[in-house]
């Protein structure tokens, strides 16, 4: 297949020994590409893997994911249904917050990854995800919103939500989770208008 043709498998293994990110690549365990349903509606975008995705090899598969998965239930989806990756694919060592040449190495990634399973609705998963896909600062603003990009000349809905680890940091604080499950019935009614 063509560079500018190529399947998500294909793609994943272009990054499997990806070496553009020095200090990430010296540091991971692997390369975490992304999992769930290549032709999917939906793709969730994160910040980067942490310690249980670097082990397993799966985006959002420690607490945070739990929590993902939680919500992702109450609109009736379960994470085989979507696709999950992340702004960038390998571990920040200590879960330091990914870098800009960091984000900007694993745009090609990224963008390829979009064009292969053409979503119709990107959600990103707090500032990182939502900065790199709309270009806008202020998860606390822009959460449930739906915006829209366009790239490559295909228009995508945006919708960006709180990342379930602010969840986390804040004790499972009812309000925040309550924002968050409202935000996901958007993403519900997003996907349900575009698939009409
Ligand atoms: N946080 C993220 O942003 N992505 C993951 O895959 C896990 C935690």
């Known amino acids: 297949m063509s560079q500018n043709n190529l399947t998500l498998s294909e793609l994943k293994q272009q ?28 793709i969730f975008i994160g ?5 249980s995705e670097d082990k397993q090899g799966i985006p959002f598969c420690g607490a945070s994911g739990k929590v ?19 702004t960038v694919i ?3 060592p200590n879960n330091r917050n990914p870098k800009k040449e960091e984000i900007e190495n694993c745009r090609d ?3 390829k990854t979009i064009q292969i399973i053409q979503p119709k609705v990107i ?3 707090g500032n990182f995800a939502t900065q790199r896909i709309t270009g806008k600062i202020g998860i606390t603003k822009l959460r449930g919103n739906i915006l829209e990009v ?7 809905k ?4 709180v990342h379930p680890a602010s969840l986390l940091y804040n004790g499972r604080n009812s309000v925040i989770f309550d924002q968050m499950k409202k935000d996901f019935q958007t993403i519900k009614k997003v996907i349900e208008e575009s698939i009409i």
């Open 15 to 42: 990054y499997s020994n990806c070496n553009l990110c020095q200090e990430l690549c010296d540091n991971r365990i692997q390369v975490v590409f992304g999992s769930g349903k290549e032709n999917s509606t939906v």
């Open 47 to 51: 910040e980067a893997s942490g310690a």
């Open 68 to 86: 993902l998965q939680d919500l992702l239930a109450t609109i009736g989806l379960t994470r085989g249904d979507v696709f999950i990756t992340n």
């Open 90 to 92: 390998c571990r920040p």
């Open 109 to 111: 990634r990224l963008d």
């Open 123 to 125: 959600v990103t998963v």
């Open 150 to 156: 366009t790239f490559n000349s295909q228009i995508y």
């Open 158 to 161: 945006v919708v960006p939500v």
